[in-house]
């Protein structure tokens, strides 16, 4: 059998199990019959777990049974069925709620959750929505309070019997239209179910911009931190630190920290720089000891000309220096405290010997490591410089060179700087040898197929010498021939004959 349960949320279609649970659902059918569950409010809304209602009261501790109704007030209460087991296995379960002792009166509860396996043996399953999931979901994302009361009413505005196989128990009056609800049902100290709830009401323009903004950066914060850009959505940038850009090349450190000095103690004054070459990538981060005095030099600095540029100022926005501890540990500002107004030692303490190298000048870079950069401009390049004597060799020249009392940080440096103009000669000549032989492979290949060419595409030296004879005996026989002819004609020419040819 179905009943409709109409709400704020939506509607809910009900089957009930008759034969297992008949007494239950004669009451829960008699009751909606008599529309004792009509403005009837959801008292009770835990997410994923369930939501409660059935209380005309709103409290919690009223209603009555169909029973009590008729009886009176002795049959108030009814005592639950448990037989067959009925178990809260999945969201959508309808559970009379037991008031103690195993008994049952009105209010009843549905499930918004799976494997509710200890509400078994203390409420009693009587049917299952299978209608109206979508108002089930707005429910279960009711905003509650911490005693789980909805700030906005859900309540069950009317209900629908569609089949009712329970004939009425003598005495039951069933009326014609809905009772009205009272003053004290309605009067629940919350957001009424029908009212509009608009934030930006009674604002300004400018405040609701302002509100508006700050979702906007909310929602794109959350978006950070599920990327792993931001530590926590609730991670902000330090108050005291200064943003700088668009400067000069040439500007160092120092100058920033002298200028920016009379408004205040800098802690930290850092112009970024590239790794490789060390040069100036424009822009600093200047770290005050409190917020008031980053708060003047932005208002005094910003468009100010140093060194021939006019840089920009601004409120810093990098977390880099924000370490997340773990969940629910918060985070944890490196390089430096937060700023805190109580205590006067803001100190820069205990400060890790890369960040020191980072905030290194390059001047101050130059000059530690000029000595090794004229060292090594004279050494020899075509030796080979990975075997084991010529290792033993350098560590042995650069112990008599350096003095033992230089600390470790620059011993590092050289022997990095060392390694890696080694990588660079290693490389070099790498490419070299391989240029080398792509050239000589090039020739062979050339090389090769010129012979193929004069192998396969010049005539057979036999047929050649056979053409150079032919030629040569045409030739012979027409000089033969006008070697005849021309004693023909001399013999013609001769005195003796031109007499013959007069006498005759």
């Known amino acids: 059998m179905s009943v409709i349960l109409e709400t704020t949320k939506g509607d809910l279609t009900v089957d009930l199990f008759i034969k297992e649970r008949s007494k239950t659902c004669l009451n829960f059918l008699k009751l909606c019959k008599m529309k004792r569950y009509n403005f009837n409010r959801f008292h009770h809304v835990e997410r994923n777990f369930l ?78 929505v299978v209608e109206g999931h979508d108002a089930l979901l707005n429910i279960n994302e009711a905003i509650c309070d911490e005693n789980h009361v909805p700030y906005q009413d859900i309540r069950i505005t009317h209900t629908v019997i569609l089949d009712d196989p329970f004939p009425d128990p003598p005495g039951l009056e069933i009326p014609i239209h809905s009772p009205e609800p009272t003053k004290e049902m309605l009067d629940s100290g919350r957001i009424a179910a029908d009212e509009d709830i608009n934030d930006m009401e009674g604002k300004t323009a400018e405040e609701i911009e302002e509100l508006i903004a700050e979702k906007e950066a909310k929602a794109r914060a959350t978006i950070l931190e599920m990327v792993g850009d931001l530590p926590s959505v609730d991670a902000a940038p330090p108050e005291n630190v200064l943003f700088v850009c668009k400067l000069n090349p ?159 940080f620059d011993n590092r440096g050289r022997r990095g700087e060392r390694d890696r103009r080694e990588e660079r000669h290693n490389r070099d000549h790498r490419e070299e040898r391989y240029n080398r032989d792509h050239r000589e492979e090039r020739y062979n290949r050339d090389h090769r197929e010129e012979r193929y060419n004069r192998d396969h595409h010049q005539p057979d030296r036999r047929n050649y010498r056979d053409h150079r004879e032919r030629r040569r005996s045409t030739d012979r026989s027409h000089r033969q021939e006008d070697g005849s002819a021309q004693k023909r004609i001399r013999r013609s020419n001769s005195p003796k004959n031109s007499r013959r040819t007069r006498s005759k």
Request: charged share 35%.
């Open 51 to 128: 939501c409660q209602t059935g209380d005309p009261t709103g409290t919690g501790r009223g209603g009555e049974s169909i029973f009590g109704l008729l009886y009176g007030q002795q049959a108030k209460f009814y005592e639950a069925e448990q037989v067959p087991v009925l178990k809260h296995t999945k969201p959508g379960l309808l559970s009379m709620v037991n008031v103690g002792d195993n008994m049952l009166g009105s209010q009843f509860f549905i499930t918004l959750g799976d494997d509710l396996d200890f509400l078994d043996k203390e409420h009693c399953v009587f049917g299952e």
């Open 250 to 408: 040439v500007t160092t450190d120092d100058d920033l920290m002298i200028i920016f000095s009379r408004f205040g103690k800098i802690v930290n004054c850092e112009i970024i720089r590239d790794r490789q070459t060390r040069n100036s990538l424009q822009y600093a981060f200047i770290e005050f000891d409190n917020p008031k005095s980053c708060e003047d030099a932005y208002f005094k600095m910003d468009n100010v000309l140093i060194d021939d540029r006019r840089i920009h100022v601004d409120f810093s926005q990098s977390v880099s220096r924000l370490q997340w501890k773990g969940k629910g540990r918060g985070v944890e500002f490196v390089g430096g405290k937060v700023f805190d107004p109580n205590k006067e030692d803001y100190k820069m303490k205990d400060q890790p010997k890369m960040e020191l190298s980072k905030r290194m000048s390059s001047d101050d870079y130059a000059q530690r490591h000029a000595s090794q950069q004229r060292q090594r401009d004279f050494q020899r390049r075509d030796q080979y410089r990975g075997g084991r004597e010529y290792r033993e060799d350098r560590d042995g020249r650069d112990r008599r060179e350096h003095p033992t009392d230089r600390n470790d």
